[in-house]
Nanobody, 124 residues
Framework: QVQLVESGGGSVQAGGPLRLSCVAS????????MGWFRQAPGKEREAVAR????????YIADSVKGRFTISQDEVKNTMYLQMNDLSPDDTGMYYC??????????????????WGQGTQVTVS
């Protein structure tokens, strides 16, 4: 059974950094791509970044490009989201997800197969 566990969220002042982690288990890590999504109160879930675990190719949403970086440690089955220069607009619940297909449309629509419980990020 696929399990995804996020950590690293918290409260931070505007301009500060945070690093989120997502540990995957229950499946062969390289057979799924992984992504980060976020959801602010009253808003739809938004795609933030994704990574092809087999080759390491990454994609970053325009809204966070230049500030957020997605990476992975295949040995640890862990994906990361380094967030710099945070603003109050970045506040929300951040989720990691895994998907076998990982196409652009599935990512943009937040239509991945497996999801973690989320970790809260609050920027003030």
């Amino acid at each position: 059974q696929v399990q995804l566990v996020e950590s690293g969220g918290g409260s931070v002042q505007a301009g500060g950094p945070l690093r989120l982690s997502c540990v995957a288990s229950g499946y062969t890590y390289r057979r799924h791509c992984m992504g980060w999504f976020r959801q602010a109160p009253g808003k739809e879930r938004e795609a933030v970044a994704r990574i092809y675990t087999a080759g390491g190719q990454t994609y970053i949403a325009d809204s966070v490009k230049g500030r957020f970086t997605i990476s992975q440690d295949e040995v640890k089955n862990t994906m990361y989201l380094q967030m710099n220069d945070l603003s109050p607009d970045d506040t929300g619940m951040y989720y990691c997800a895994a998907d076998r297909l990982c196409g652009y449309i599935r990512w943009i629509r937040a239509d991945f197969d497996h999801w973690g419980q989320g970790t809260q990020v609050t920027v003030s």
